[in-house]
């Protein structure tokens, strides 16, 4: 399986969007919420988050299969929507994307993301890469965000 890890560009974002939605399924089913902000997210609102953040892509024989996104505030490099396609799961290609935005926030002292309480492989990913919980926060009745950290090594 040859994977190229790269700076996504503007061009990306329709498939990444696509992508997002598809991936986000299984979580929106998990809490029987289809209205979480990865599903209800708009192309105009990826294109914000474009300009002010750092947007990778994994891809497969030109196929896009993966993406995540981070910033970095103060010390810390915040990371969010790790999305890898369904065909593609459990071939480490996560642990890849991870490994490539923490390359990229080498800077920082720190590293933050959240996922919900009952998403139970994302939290299974995010240990086994050194992440430690941190802090919960109750959304409503039926989420929990949990918060993990991992501090930089290498920073």
């Known amino acids: 399986m040859n994977i190229r890890i790269l700076q996504a560009n503007k061009n990306d974002l329709e ?32 294109k914000k988050d474009f300009e002010n953040q750092t947007i990778l892509k994994a891809e497969i024989n030109g196929e896009l299969v993966a ?7 103060n010390e810390t490099c915040y990371i969010g929507r790790l999305i890898v396609s369904p065909n593609f799961q459990n071939k480490g290609i996560g642990k890849d994307m991870m490994d490539a935005i923490e390359t990229a926030f080498t800077e920082c002292k720190r590293f933050e993301l959240f ?6 492989k994302n939290l299974h990913l995010y240990k086994k890469l050194g992440y430690m919980e ?4 109750k959304e409503n009745k039926n989420l929990t965000i ?7 090594i290498h920073g």
């Open 134 to 137: 941190f802090k919960h926060l």
């Open 67 to 73: 993406s995540v996104r981070a910033f970095r505030k």
């Open 15 to 46: 498939q990444i969007l696509e992508l997002q939605k598809e991936c986000y399924q299984a979580e929106a089913k998990i809490y029987n919420d289809f209205s979480i902000p990865p599903l209800t997210q708009d192309l105009k609102s990826l």
């Open 115 to 120: 996922t919900g309480f009952k998403s139970i």
């Open 146 to 152: 949990v918060f993990l950290e991992k501090t930089n």
